[in-house]
Every structure is written in C-alpha cells, then in structure tokens.
Nanobody
Framework: QVVLMESGGGSVQPGEFLRLSCVLS???????????MGWFRQATGEGREAVAV????????????YSANSEKGRFTAGKDHAKNTLYLNMNNPQPEDTAMYYC???????????????????WGQGTQVTVSS
C-alpha cells in the first residue's frame, strides 16, 4: 500500500514563496525511483490539472520532468531520493494559483501518460494553497 503525505500549503500573499512537500511511504517492495510522480491542482469548480510531473527514473526517460506551460519559470519541482520526497517550489504565486494541490504516484507510467490525472492510482489528501492580498 502506497501512502502519500503532502505538507506546506497555506495562505500567502502574491509573490510570497511557498514550498510544498510530499513524502511517499508504505511500499517497501518498490523503490522511489520506480514511480512516476507529480503535483496536480484543482481549483473550485475546475478539473484537476498537472502542475509538475516526473517520469520514473527507471523508465527510458530517466526521470524527465514536465511542467505545465502556465507555471514555467515560476514553479519548479524536484525529488529527494534519500527522503522519498517530492517538492514543489512556488515562486511568485498569484491569486489564480489558489487551489487544492495534490501529490500523485503511479508505477512507471509511459511518458505520454504522466500529465494525465486519470492515470494515477495513488493520491495524497491534498494541501490547500490560497494566494490573496
């Protein structure tokens, strides 16, 4: 059983840095590197969209990251393999970034699937990010 636990959300003003973390635990049979992982977000009344996702390092792409176009240059994501942790650094967040942010994981998705929320079976409980002045 895979468990994902997010943290780091909260209420911030526009431009204030925020860092989200997601720890993967529970499945000792599979390594952290064997999971495709990513951050998705869902605003009220909207669908769930990819923010930053990674191929599994064990795939041919060797952990290639993908970031949604609207966040390029503002949000960066990274993985700490020693801590089984996925991060999302939110630089210069804006009110339109207000949403529930979710961490997701799935064993070795093909690269053409990694940005599709429907392909992930493991989800965290979500962490709310609210950006307002």
């Amino acid at each position: 059983q895979v468990v994902l636990m997010e943290s780091g959300g909260g209420s911030v003003q526009p431009g204030e840095f925020l860092r989200l973390s997601c720890v993967l635990s529970g499945n000792s049979a599979a390594s952290f590197s064997s999971y495709s992982m990513g951050w998705f977000r869902q605003a009220t009344g909207e669908g769930r969209e990819a923010v930053a996702v990674f191929e599994a390092e064990h795939n041919k792409g060797h952990g290639t990251p993908y970031s949604a176009n609207s966040e390029k240059g503002r949000f960066t994501a990274g993985k700490d393999h020693a801590k089984n942790t996925l991060y999302l650094n939110m630089n210069n967040p804006q009110p339109e970034d207000t949403a529930m942010y979710y961490c997701a994981a799935e064993p070795r998705l093909p690269w053409w699937h990694i940005q599709h929320a429907s392909k992930y079976n493991y989800w965290g409980q979500g962490t709310q990010v609210t950006v307002s002045s």
